[in-house]
């Protein structure tokens, strides 16, 4: 047999290819894929740990505003700054408190802007300076009871207001009784309410009765003896 001059090659042996020429384009496309996740999940992750959402006016709140989530908006600020502890980042820490210095619309919403509401169902707030002697002996009322305040006028007594949620109360603690100057009550009342205590306040003559559990008066003034009528006299 006869073999060709300059051949060098011999049956059965197949030259070797480089690996990189053995790798489908499919197989590139997925550790590209792979890659790419994993540097957008790093990026993500990072993006997370430096910046925080805080709250700003969505449109300018005025003084006495109750907020509301309408009211707010949420933007990414540079979480390392010392201004977002200042800062509001959960809206139910403000929704339903009311602003108490103007915001302008894109602000930052301060907490130190806000104040909480006097009382639900839009009442007011009315302190009612009292002798301890005639509310409880100054330790039998408690935030969160319910009281009657009776105005004296010429020795006829009325209910000015009854069934008056206490949202404070002047706190004696272990000092014991203390002077009617420095003890208090703060009650919960609409408007009108607020001014009949005033009025009774001006009379110097009140007593306030712990209603928390009683049904209300059937009578808000006693009627005088001599103001009842006969229903025979007079035909």
Do not use: C
Not at 132 to 146: F, T, V
């Amino acid at each position: 047999m006869t073999v060709a001059a300059g051949s060098t090659r011999q049956e059965g042996v197949s030259a070797k290819r480089p690996m990189w020429s053995r790798v489908s384009a499919g197989q590139v496309v997925m550790v590209v894929a792979a890659l790419t996740a994993f540097v957008l999940n790093i990026n993500i992750l990072r993006s997370q740990d430096e910046v925080a959402l805080v709250a700003v006016a969505a449109g300018d709140l005025a003084v006495g505003h109750i907020v509301t989530e309408s009211d707010l908006s949420f933007v990414e600020v540079d979480a390392s700054s010392a201004l977002v502890d200042r800062l509001v980042t959960d809206s139910s820490a403000v929704v339903g408190r009311v602003v108490g210095v103007e915001v302008v619309a894109g602000d930052p919403v301060s907490p130190g802007a806000l104040r909480d509401v006097a009382a639900t169902d839009d009442q007011r707030a009315f302190t009612i300076p009292v002798d301890p002697d005639h509310a409880g002996g100054g330790r039998l009322i408690s935030a969160r009871d319910l009281v009657d305040v009776i105005a004296v006028d010429d020795g006829a007594a009325r209910y000015v207001v009854t069934g008056a949620t206490v949202l404070d109360v002047a706190d004696v603690g272990d000092r014991g009784l203390v002077a009617s100057t420095d003890y208090f009550l703060v009650v919960a009342v609409d408007a009108d309410t607020a001014l009949a205590l005033a009025e009774a306040l001006a009379a110097d003559s009140i007593e306030i009765v712990r209603s928390t559990g009683a049904p209300p008066p059937k009578n808000l003034t006693l009627t005088p003896p001599e103001a009842e009528a006969d229903p025979v006299a007079g035909g």
